[in-house]
T-cell receptor
Framework: AQSVTQLGSHVSVSEGALVLLRCNYSSSVPPYLFWYVQYPNQGLQLLLKYTTGATLVKGINGFEAEFKKSETSFHLTKPSAHMSDAAEYFCAVIFKAAGNKLTFGGGTRVLVKP | ETGVTQTPRHLVMGMTNKKSLKCEQHLGHNAMYWYKQSAKKPLELMFVYSLEERVENNSVPSRFSPECPNSSHLFLHLHTLQPEDSALYLC?????????????FGPGTRLTVT
């Protein structure tokens, strides 16, 4: 079955440290891939997406993600965490030929320690 | 107003009440979506409308009734809800449905069923 998995429901990082959030998908055909961020009491904001082309994609707020077909992964990174990065992050996919339907991972809540 | 707006932002209702959630998009999009975000569960797609026609109903109980009177407005009518229906209900819109189109989310309505 097609699915998307985020490893770790909570991640704690120190300010200035690397942020690494993991996302894997299960599909025989690579889907479209997305990372969204949700700040408290707000909706989802698109951080970045991969549809085609260069496998390293850069998004807003200094985040980037790399699509690795062989690993069926789309991990999100930021070299240096800032206090404002504290939020919940969602990996999502659109499986092709299934309409414009987003399937979400379970989310990873990021805590940034001073 | 810009983007996607949702009203009310917070709603408390008893199990015998009838209420409605409203979503409005100011982006000129043709597709609109309802998602449910519960604690401890991934974001779930509930309904999709494309050009005011329902194109997706993700096995949602009949106590949730969507309505899309035009491409800018989407409602979710609620009646005889259960406590497990308490959640954040997110509305989204996109330029289209048949293909890949980025989805834009509203801030959500936090629903509590007592």
């Amino acid at each position: 079955a097609q699915s998307v998995t985020q490893l770790g429901s909570h991640v704690s990082v120190s300010e200035g440290a690397l942020v690494l959030l993991r996302c894997n998908y299960s599909s025989s055909v690579p889907p479209y891939l997305f990372w969204y961020v949700q700040y408290p009491n707000q909706g989802l904001q698109l951080l970045l997406k991969y549809t085609t082309g260069a496998t390293l994609v850069k998004g807003i707020n200094g985040f980037e993600a790399e699509f690795k077909k062989s690993e069926t992964s789309f991990h999100l990174t930021k070299p240096s965490a800032h206090m404002s990065d504290a939020a919940e992050y969602f990996c999502a996919v659109i499986f092709k030929a299934a309409g414009n339907k987003l399937t979400f991972g379970g989310g990873t809540r990021v805590l940034v320690k001073p | 107003e810009t983007g996607v707006t949702q009203t009310p932002r917070h709603l408390v209702m008893g199990m015998t009440n009838k209420k409605s959630l409203k979503c409005e998009q100011h982006l000129g999009h043709n597709a609109m979506y309802w998602y449910k975000q519960s604690a401890k569960k991934p974001l779930e797609l509930m309904f999709v409308y494309s050009l005011e026609e329902r194109v997706e109903n993700n096995s949602v109980p009949s106590r949730f009734s969507p309505e899309c009177p035009n491409s800018s407005h989407l409602f979710l009518h609620l009646h005889t809800l259960q406590p497990e229906d308490s959640a954040l209900y997110l509305c989204a819109s996109s330029q289209g449905w048949d293909g890949f189109y980025e989805q834009y989310f509203g801030p959500g309505t936090r629903l509590t069923v007592t």
